[in-house]
């Protein structure tokens, strides 16, 4: 595969930006409820036109939520992943035990982040929201698969959090400070996750049959349609949560258009997003052309 990326490498640059969650949310870093905390472009709610600007701006904060919530779910199968293909070879190089290690500890603390921040949100919030889950259902699905067909999966996830931050956050002067700062450090940790992740699949790429190759995009296919289930429930719950916090009394119509922008801003926010990644298409372009072709097509389903 064509990039430069080492382990060495990544893990200077991982040592010298490593952040402390103290750093972004808790004591008078409060989240500020008068702003939206999702880039409209993720969050899409602007052309719901019977919602008042409050209303959006309270819509648009349950899917800041909703964000903060399937963040910590992927992360939670993404954290054994790391330390299962760390702990397969603790010897040799030196590099690459350390810079796995630290990619497992990023991610335990980022689950630790979006927690903290959950629990902002729910201090400051009208009403409680509700999420898709248990967690640990969603990882043993996961996990079920090869690690080369988790591999894809992760890197898909691991991309679009760049994306997010570069396409959506970085010049939005709208947003809660504390979320924008939230999805900055998640990205500034995350760059360098995309490139061990892209390493780790070079080492499976190498030890892989074509039929097991086959399979992992099987795989990459059937873990994005479970995610989908999920989306579409998680949907539904996000509309539920609106009602609860505005008391607002949606006509039917009105509900489905909600549903539907709804279901519209989370598929492109954690499926559309990677699916169109460039980076993460040509990485896929390398292990298998006929594979990225697959994915461009399915990919407008979920733009
Ligand atoms: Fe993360
Ligand atoms: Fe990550």
Avoid at 29 to 50: N, Y
Avoid at 178 to 188: E, G, P, R
Avoid at 277 to 303: D, G, W
Wanted: include cysteine.
């Amino acid at each position: 595969m064509n990039n430069n990326y080492s382990y060495r490498g990544v893990l200077e640059t991982a040592e010298r930006i490593n952040w402390r969650i103290e750093d972004i949310i808790g004591g008078d870093k409060r989240l500020d409820f008068t702003k939206p905390f999702m880039p409209e472009a993720l969050a899409q709610v602007d052309g719901l036109g019977f919602l008042s600007n409050e209303e959006k701006k309270i819509l648009n904060q349950i899917r800041g939520h909703e964000y903060l919530a399937m963040f910590g779910l992927v992360e939670e199968f993404i954290l054994p992943f790391a330390v299962d293909h760390a702990s397969e070879r603790l010897s040799g190089d030196d590099y690459r035990v350390r810079a796995l290690l630290q990619f497992a500890g990023e991610e335990a603390k980022h689950i630790h982040l979006f927690k903290q921040f959950r629990r902002e949100f729910a201090a400051g919030f009208a009403s409680p929201c509700e999420f898709i889950g248990p967690a640990e259902d969603v990882k043993k699905f996961v996990l079920s698969h090869s690690p080369l067909g988790v591999g894809i999966a992760i890197l898909h996830i691991e991309w679009i959090t760049l994306r997010h931050y570069i396409e959506g956050v970085q010049d939005n002067q709208d947003l809660d400070p504390q979320f924008k700062n939230l999805l900055k450090s998640h990205w500034l940790e995350e760059s360098q996750h995309t490139k061990l992740d892209t390493l780790m699949i070079e080492e499976l790429v190498r030890n892989a049959t074509s039929q097991e190759i086959d399979q992992a995009f099987k795989e990459y296919g059937e873990i994005g349609a479970f995610l989908d289930q999920g989306i579409q429930q998680q949907a539904e719950f996000d509309v539920e949560s609106f009602v609860r916090a505005t008391g607002r009394n949606l006509s039917k119509s009105e509900r489905e258009e909600t549903n539907q922008a709804v279901l519209k801003g989370m598929r492109w926010t954690y499926l559309g997003t990677g699916m169109t990644h460039q980076n993460f298409l040509e990485t896929v372009e390398a292990i298998k052309p006929a594979a990225r072709k697959q994915i461009e097509e399915m990919a407008p389903m979920f733009c």
